[in-house]
């Protein structure tokens, strides 16, 4: 499943690297001294006031919001949303070439004002539609894959990083021992999605290349229909060449190794442009990609729970204060809304 896509410690320019290809895709010198200026400003900003960023590929949700609100009382509004929205295409297209895991701004240009339309109308697919899009994944990984992605709203990181012991359910059929982590002892049905994980530290003994963006830890339901496919996956997954068993195993070139981020798009663009959602060069208006995915799960779930609390808990979004408050309610609030609510994405 490896890709030829360089990942991100290759590029030791990540502005360069987007300003070069955006002028190879005919963009002006006027238009690409506009983006230099702005993103150059971001740069500078993030990496004085915050220690953990040492370039844009390391900035977040929150890192991105910071710098939005340094802007006011010094720009006009609509010079805001002009830097917004270069700042919002800079990352959609690293992370569309597969140089960064996420576009961190995707759901800051979300929640800024409604007045500003410079978030993109992205496709609309019904959960009907979705149902029959994962109905033609045979493969048991794969299905997994998606299907993980799509009940849990998790980063393409995020899924990356799961180890075996950050999942429990019951593998009593399959003779599998998970040895699911303390933290999940009192929580049946669930997979536990840890903030610590960062590309290149070592978290249970394994040196990680993708990073987890998540304010705190977070525990997430996983219900029959994900517990399902997990157990298909599990009942033919290879031995792991890492002390760390991680949740999702390459079966293809890389057999037995962690899962990373580009093999993750390749699984999930090879399906979608069988099933026309997927077009070079169609943009995130109309290619379905992992980060469709957590785009799914957030506008499906918040439309039907009404609940925006436990659905940016359940994203990991939210602040400690708050996160506290459903991590010590957990079952009869997160839970229970959850199961009520999450789509059926099988017949």
Same mark, same amino acid.
């Given at each position: ?167 429990? &359910?019951?593998?009593? %059929? ?9 933290? *999940?002892?009192? +929580? $049946? /049905? =669930? ?27 977070? &525990?997430?339901?996983? %219900? ?9 996956? *599990?009942?033919? +997954? $290879? /031995? =792991? ?107």
């Amino acid at each position: 499943m490896a890709t030829n896509v360089d990942s991100a410690e290759d590029v030791t320019d990540p502005i360069e690297y987007f300003l070069e290809d955006q002028r190879y895709h005919g963009k002006s010198d006027r238009t690409l001294e506009a983006y230099d200026r702005v993103l150059r400003e971001f740069e500078t900003y993030v990496s004085s006031e915050f220690e953990a960023v040492e370039s844009p590929g390391d900035a977040d949700r929150r890192e991105c919001m910071a710098w939005i609100h340094s802007l006011r009382g010094n720009r006009k509004p609509s010079t805001i949303a002009t830097y917004a929205s270069y700042l919002n295409r800079f990352y959609d297209y690293m992370n569309r070439v597969g140089e960064f895991e996420e576009n961190p701004m995707a759901l800051v240009m979300e929640e800024m004002s409604e007045s500003i339309d410079t978030n993109p109308t992205r496709r609309d697919i019904s959960v009907s539609e979705m149902r029959s899009f994962v109905d033609s994944i045979g493969h048991p990984l794969e299905r997994a894959v998606i299907v993980t992605l799509l009940k849990t709203g998790m980063r393409v990181g995020e899924l990356c990083n799961l180890d075996a012991r950050d999942l429990n &359910i019951d593998v009593s %059929d399959i003779a599998y021992d998970l040895n699911s982590r303390v933290q *999940l002892e009192r +929580r $049946p /049905d =669930s997979v536990f999605v840890s903030a610590a994980p960062a590309r290149g530290t070592t978290v249970n003994g394994e040196e990680r290349t993708a990073s987890n963006k998540r304010e705190r830890d977070t &525990i997430v339901p996983v %219900d029959d229909e994900l517990s399902r496919v997990l157990l298909q996956w *599990l009942a033919i +997954r $290879p /031995d =792991s060449r890492s002390s760390a068993e991680p949740l999702f195993l390459d079966t293809g070139e890389s057999w037995g190794q962690r899962l990373t981020p580009a093999d993750i798009r390749y699984i999930v663009e090879k399906h979608a442009r069988e099933r026309g959602w997927y077009r070079t060069g169609g943009g995130a208006t109309e290619n379905v990609t992992p980060h469709y995915f957590r785009h799914f799960f957030t506008t499906h779930l918040r439309d039907r729970t009404g609940d925006r609390g436990v659905v940016k808990y359940l994203r990991g979004d939210v602040a400690s204060d708050v996160i506290d408050t459903y991590t010590h309610n957990w079952g009869d609030q997160v839970r229970t809304v959850y199961e009520s609510n999450i789509y059926s994405l099988f017949s």
